[in-house]
């Protein structure tokens, strides 16, 4: 009977034997007992990256098929959840190029005649939109009139440590207060503005 890597005892600690069987053995397979407890990360990393939790659920699905039925092989040179993720970043750009129908902003596009420019794409503007712009500096303004109207201790609190940034010891020794108060101001003030 032989096997696939020859372990006589001449060849037992050669570095190329070792090297064979260790990377015979890092070719692990993957089952759904391991996969189970990854999914929420895996489907919350989706959801960022897509804003669509129905189809980073599928994705998801679509990493989890892939591992179960080898085409995806796990070699255990890194964690399984970083090898997961690595291979639903390459589902995600899979899925962008396809949706987009395009390699790159480059590639000429026209219509059935092969003319230039028959087929407009909308592109997205990294901008806001006029009536965006104005629904934020709505809110914004509301938001300040509701800490305006908040209790002084509340008030000074959310000044300093949300509006201007300040880094939390910073606040504590200008407020002379503990940090566990500082925490229990900023809750109380949320929960405030919020109701």
Same mark, same amino acid.
């Given at each position: ?19 064979? !069987? ?7 397979? /993957? ?34 098929? !892939? ?24 589902? /995600? ?13 480059? !590639? ?36 300040? !009139?509701? /800490?305006?109207? #908040? ?8 000044? #300093?440590? #949300? ?13 002379? /207060? ?14 405030? #503005?919020?109701?």
């Amino acid at each position: 009977m032989h096997s696939a890597v020859d372990v006589s005892p001449a060849t037992r600690f050669h570095p190329a034997v070792v090297a064979q !069987a260790s990377a015979a053995a890092a070719l692990q397979t /993957i089952g759904w007992t391991e996969l189970a407890p990854q999914r929420g990360y895996l489907v919350s990393y989706a959801r960022r990256r897509l804003q669509d939790p129905a189809l980073a659920e599928d994705l998801v699905h679509d990493v989890f098929e !892939a591992v179960v039925t080898g085409r995806a092989v796990f070699g255990g040179r890194s964690a399984l959840r970083s090898w997961l993720v690595g291979v639903l970043k390459h589902k /995600i750009v899979d899925l962008v190029r396809q949706r987009s129908g395009h390699d790159s902003l480059d !590639a000429d596009d026209g219509d059935a005649d092969g003319e230039p420019g028959g087929e407009h794409r909308a592109l997205e503007c990294p901008q806001a939109r006029p009536d965006e712009v104005a629904e934020q500096r709505q809110r914004l303004t509301q938001t300040l !009139a509701r /800490i305006a109207e #908040l209790p002084a201790t509340l008030r000074r609190v959310v000044e #300093l440590r #949300l509006l201007h940034e300040r880094p939390t010891a910073e606040v504590c020794q200008t407020l002379e /207060i503990s940090e566990q108060n500082l925490f229990v101001r900023l809750h109380r003030a949320r929960r405030a #503005l919020v109701s």
